[in-house]
């Protein structure tokens, strides 16, 4: 079967502008292949770069070098050189991201935050709140914060609204960037679930879990990034961040 996703030779530096143009070489010649149905977690110490990698498959971070192919069954996306302007149909419709912390909007309650993937592509606002309002009751979240925005939520209860934001539009691809650092286990369990399900619907996950049970419990390959550190700086003001 085709991969979903393609890695090849893919190479990134920031290049630090504030410090003379010096450029910080984080990976060079990573290669991976990603199917639908399987969870993929990335391993590796501190700073070796897994954060850095599922930014540029989100296109948060700009390719230094290498490609990302995503393979459709009617033709395959160039993701390094994608155009500004097709992230976000892609980003609605096909890569979904959990980040470590919930970016915190004053006045847009918790419901509404776990909707907004739903609504951004036309599903009917009752439907949507349904569906936000299972996930966030699946997730323990008290009903009397449902209706309050998240910004004096405890790290937890955000990280739980940020988890149900993530899966409720059911993306082909999804990102997790350490989904349960913050949780109880109750909480970790359902999003072990979660992850489950997604992988039997047929969606392909790529993941970050330093907590060694959930790792066990959900991957079905472990991608130690190790192989592909490079540790040293150079002076390389050709290179973009
Ligand atoms: N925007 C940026 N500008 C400059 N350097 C960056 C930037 N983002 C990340 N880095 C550097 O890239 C390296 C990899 O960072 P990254 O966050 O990907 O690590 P990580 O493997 O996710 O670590 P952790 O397990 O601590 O989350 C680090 O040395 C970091 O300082
Ligand atoms: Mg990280």
Redesign the pocket.
């Known amino acids: 079967m085709n991969a979903l996703v393609n890695v090849k030779n893919l190479h990134?530096s920031?290049v630090?502008h504030g410090q003379g143009g010096v450029a910080?070489e984080?990976?060079q010649s990573l290669s991976l292949e990603l199917h639908a149905g399987e969870c993929l977690v990335?391993a590796?110490?501190?700073?070796?770069?897994?954060?850095?990698?599922?930014?540029m498959l989100y296109g948060n971070?700009r390719v230094s070098g290498g490609s990302i192919t995503l393979n459709f069954h009617d033709g395959a996306l160039e993701l390094s050189d994608l155009p500004v302007h097709a992230w976000h149909p892609l980003r609605r419709e096909v890569i979904g991201y959990v980040s470590?912390f919930l970016r915190v909007v004053p006045r847009v309650s918790a419901c509404e935050v776990v909707m907004e993937p739903l609504l951004a592509r036309g599903t009917d606002a009752a439907e949507a709140r349904a569906r936000a309002e299972t996930l966030l009751a699946r997730l323990n979240l008290p009903q009397r914060l449902w209706r309050l925005p998240p910004g004096t939520f405890s790290g937890g209860e955000q990280q739980r609204v940020n988890i149900a934001r993530g899966f409720i539009a059911e993306h082909p691809i999804l990102l997790l960037?350490?989904p349960t650092a913050s949780l109880d286990a109750t909480n970790r369990a359902v999003v072990i679930e979660l992850i489950s399900e997604a992988k039997a619907r047929g969606a392909a996950l790529l993941g970050?879990f330093?907590d060694a049970d959930v790792r066990e419990r959900v991957a079905d390959r472990l991608l130690p990034?190790d192989d592909h550190l490079i540790a040293k700086t150079t002076f390389s003001p050709e290179a973009h961040?």
Not at 44 to 55: A, D, F, V
């Open positions: 990134k920031f630090l910080l984080v990976m990335l590796g110490r501190s700073g070796i770069g897994k954060s850095t990698l599922l930014k971070y470590q960037d350490e970050i330093h990034l961040s």
